[in-house]
């Protein structure tokens, strides 16, 4: 039976709608950032402060944020299109793709948000930049996948996989750089650790496996891209962090 990507769409967009509008109750802006609010029962907190405008600074933190989340899904499309295995999100993502017909940057958006709801009983709080992520990264690769082929020849293959994991890192750096909140998978991960105590390593192994498992039993590519993936985007994204968003190290 192939799900209606109209309904898939009203799905994930109304998850999205319901978390946020959960977050604007407990939470006032401040910029772009999200800060506890005042709770009713706690006289002694100020009342809060009426929404004021994003000043210049915010206003680039949300540019980069919102360049650095258009770059990861463009980098997401290059290397499915390498053809080669991708990373375990995107097997999941690819192999529901492939049993709904639903398209695989909408199925993206769609795991985004069903994760977002994941985040209730673990007590994180998305950011602005939370709710972007589920919106953007599977939109932006959809779009480039819709402009470009897979090449012919393994080598034009294999810089096209080379290229998706640079960009991929580079984008993480922007992005991260912008410090407007956590992906949804990133603080999945990140709320089993905060939970439960699970070792960070523990909480990502046992997730991003099962999104793999399950995204191969659904027809997901598991290849070397998958391999050199796991082996190579951390350190990757490593370098390109104290390169370009040095001042998010320093923070933790």
Known sequence: ????????????????????????REAVRDGFGLRPGPRSHDAAVPAAR?????????????GQLVVGLLLYGASLALMLRAQLGVGPWDVLAQGVARVTGVPFGLVTNGI????????????????IGTLLNVLLVGTAAQVVLDLIAVPEGLLPRIALLVGGMLLL???????????????????LMLGLHRRFGWPVWLARAVVEGSALLLGWLLGGNVGIGTIAFALGIGPLCGVAIRLLAPSQLRRH
Do not use: C, F, K, S
């Open 50 to 62: 009426p929404l004021a405008l994003p000043q210049p600074a915010a206003l680039l933190r949300g």
């Open 1 to 24: 039976m192939v799900l209606d990507p109209t309904l898939a769409v009203t799905a994930a967009v109304g998850a999205v709608v319901l978390l946020a509008g959960a977050v604007r």
């Open 169 to 187: 890192a580079v984008a993480t750096a922007v992005y991260v750089g912008a410090g407007l909140g956590a992906g949804p998978r990133d603080g």
């Open 112 to 127: 985004g948000a069903l994760l977002l709801l994941l985040w209730v009983p673990l007590r994180q709080r998305p950011g």
